[in-house]
C-alpha cells in the first residue's frame, strides 16, 4: 500500500469485527477485511473512478440504504 491510511473497526449485525481503512485527507473507503476472511481484501465498487465499470449483479443490505440511493432492477436483491 502507498500512502497514508487510518483503520475504523465497526461490529457488523453478526457481531465480526470489521476494518475499514480510509484516507485520512478525504475520507474515502479505500478497502476493508473481515475478521472472519482475513486473506481477503474488499474493495467497494465506489474506489474506481471508471464509468464503463460493470454494473453489480447484487444488491445487499437495501433496507440501510438513502431513500434516494436506486438499486439496479436486473440485479438480485438480498437484504
Not at 461490529?11 to 485527507?25: K, M, V
Given at each position: 500500500m502507498t500512502g497514508?491510511?487510518?483503520?475504523?473497526?465497526?461490529?457488523?449485525?453478526?457481531?465480526?469485527?470489521?476494518?475499514?481503512?480510509?484516507?485520512?485527507?478525504?475520507?474515502?473507503?479505500?478497502?476493508?477485511?473481515?475478521?472472519?476472511?482475513?486473506?481477503?481484501?474488499a474493495v467497494p465498487?465506489?474506489?474506481?473512478?471508471?464509468?464503463?465499470?460493470?454494473?453489480?449483479?447484487?444488491?445487499?443490505?437495501?433496507?440501510?440504504?438513502?431513500?434516494?440511493?436506486?438499486?439496479?432492477?436486473?440485479?438480485?436483491?438480498?437484504?
Open positions: 497514508d491510511a487510518r483503520d475504523y473497526v465497526r461490529i457488523s449485525d453478526e457481531g465480526e469485527p470489521r476494518t475499514f481503512r480510509f484516507c485520512p485527507e478525504c475520507g474515502a473507503t479505500v478497502y476493508y477485511v473481515l475478521e472472519s476472511a482475513p486473506d481477503v481484501i465498487v465506489g474506489a474506481f473512478a471508471d464509468p464503463a465499470f460493470p454494473e453489480p449483479h447484487v444488491s445487499v443490505w437495501e433496507r440501510r440504504k438513502h431513500g434516494w440511493v436506486l438499486p439496479p432492477t436486473r440485479v438480485e436483491h438480498v437484504s
